[in-house]
């Protein structure tokens, strides 16, 4: 079966920094876009970034461009999530998701564009 695993999460001050990493198994990890999404309590799940295959193209919210940093390793089926400068308002639970390639549009930001899903890991920012 198909498993995403994050870790990384934590307590940080603004301003800090962290890194949080997902592990796949049991996927053809170079034939999935990879993403990262958050959700607060009573919030709806929104999208952070992406990171697409075979090219690497990267995809970020614009609440985060120039903040966070999204990678993968195809060869270790891992994607990351570099954390620079945050703030209060990133306080989430953030989830890895993998989205088959398929031959029709997808829409990057949408988690309906992805077919599995971590099970998150918490991320509080400190003021």
């Known amino acids: 079966q198909v498993q995403l695993v994050e870790s990384g999460g934590g307590l940080v001050q603004a301003g800090g920094s962290l890194r949080l990493s997902c592990a796949a198994s049991g996927l053809t990890f170079r034939t999935y876009n990879m993403g990262w999404f958050r959700q607060d309590p009573g919030k709806e799940r929104e999208f952070v970034a992406a990171i697409t295959s075979p090219g690497g193209s990267t995809y970020y919210a614009d609440s985060v461009k120039g903040r966070f940093t999204i990678s993968r390793g195809n060869a270790k089926n891992t994607v990351s999530l570099q954390i620079d400068s945050p703030k209060p308002e990133d306080t989430a639970v953030y989830y890895c998701?993998?989205?088959?390639?398929?031959?029709?549009?997808?829409?990057?930001?949408?988690?309906?564009?992805?077919?599995?899903w971590g099970q998150g890991t918490q991320v509080t920012v400190s003021s």
């Open positions: 998701a993998a989205g088959a390639i398929r031959y029709v549009r997808v829409s990057i930001p949408s988690p309906s564009s992805y077919d599995y």
